[in-house]
């Protein structure tokens, strides 16, 4: 009897310790062990953001073919971004499309009176992207730029322990957003009326009258 009870007791110490190891392996990976824990691999949802923030700044080493004589000036395009910013990329959201299709200048003062930690990151992104267009872009009045495209995209995300009572815990994401701006040379293209209801509608009846049969006669 006392035999079977002591080998129980090892057998069941041997099982604690063996899902120990096995929660204790597990836990880096997933970020649930603040002192050692690893950076997450990219996932569906990051990896296309993180190529695309590769490739915007590359767009400036762009080399154009000379142009004619008669032929219009080529306006200045200025790509520029900011990565890895601690903030929301929904709240960042809202500021870039606030901005979008602005002038440098009016962007610039919106952003001003805007009490929002995301606000004071663009303002601070559009001021560098400025004295770039001019030191490298050959821009002659820093004045004379608006804002082509401006949004946001999700950076990485990392999962703590967010620690509870009675020994519960939860998992919390420390979020991080990307921001992107594009500047181009020249006035500002007059703003598009909005579309009404009948528009919509019947842009959405012309695209089902539209709609052809795969395969069909």
Known sequence: G??????GKKMAASLGWTWFRSVWNVAPSLGLISSYSVLPLSSIHTSNVLARSREWEKKNRVVHPPQL?????????????????KYSKDKMWYLAKLIRGMSIDEALAQLQFIDKKGAKIIKEVLLEAQDM???NFNVEYKSNLYIAESFSG????????????????GIMDKVKC???VKLVEGPPPPLEPPKTGFDLAKEYV???????IIHGL
Do not use: S, W
């Open 178 to 180: 990307h921001y992107f």
């Open 133 to 135: 267009a001019v030191r």
């Open 154 to 169: 999700k950076g990485r995300y990392l999962k703590r322990i967010r620690y509870h009572g009675r020994g519960m815990f």
């Open 69 to 85: 004589p008669d032929e219009p000036r080529r306006p200045a395009e200025i790509y520029h971004c900011r990565r890895q910013i």
């Open 206 to 212: 012309e695209a089902l009258r539209n709609r052809t």
């Open 2 to 7: 006392k035999a079977g009870f002591v080998g």
